[in-house]
């Protein structure tokens, strides 16, 4: 098998890979990793470039930010592993599946994986709110879609994203979002 097609088929487990947080919660059927990515490229494409936001460079951040999780697997906090140590794994997983890829496009990933993670551009910055802000707009989904609406079933991931978002665009989003839920539990 070239290299590129173990890159694709490495890549294609984030498909099959849930989100760790969903499944402790216990949710009937939780999001793949790929999932959550796809929306926050999706996020990011709708952020139109709004105050001076990349929306381009954002959604490959978008795509990136968690491809390691193809080797690593979705780690939480709740997992008792550091974030020193999440982070060296996800990086020798990242230099691995650039490896594959090579040139100028496994640079590429490389390099907006480490953007992502150092979080000192605006666009990792508003890319990292997406992240917070999708994770939040899922659980509201779930609540409804478990029957569980209203009933604060996973506020934690809520209140896990106070005073986290700064961004205009997603602070209006996050409102809208905090609406529709309060109408729900009437």
Request: glycine share 6%.
């Amino acid at each position: 098998m070239s290299d590129l097609l173990k890159f694709m088929t490495l890549v294609g487990k984030l498909k099959s890979t849930k989100r760790t947080g969903w499944v402790y919660r216990g949710v009937s059927s939780p999001e793949s990793v790929s999932d959550h990515m796809y929306r926050m490229a999706v996020l990011s494409f709708l952020s139109g470039g709004q105050h001076d936001i990349n929306s381009a460079h954002c959604m490959k951040l978008a795509l990136v930010h968690d491809m390691a999780e193809c080797i690593v697997g979705d780690i939480t906090p709740f997992d008792g592993v550091s974030k020193e140590e999440k982070h060296r794994r996800e990086k020798q997983a990242m230099e691995h599946l650039v490896s594959l890829v090579g040139d100028d496009v496994g640079e590429e990933f490389l390099s907006l994986w480490q953007e992502y993670e150092a979080q000192q551009t605006d666009d990792a910055k508003f890319v990292k709110e997406l992240d917070r802000f999708e994770m939040i707009l899922q659980a509201h989904e779930y609540e409804e879609s478990e029957g569980k609406s209203g009933t604060g079933w996973l506020q934690d991931f809520f209140d896990s994203t106070k005073d986290k978002f700064h961004h205009p665009l997603v602070k209006d989003w996050v409102q809208k979002l905090n609406e529709q839920r309060g109408e729900a539990k009437k």
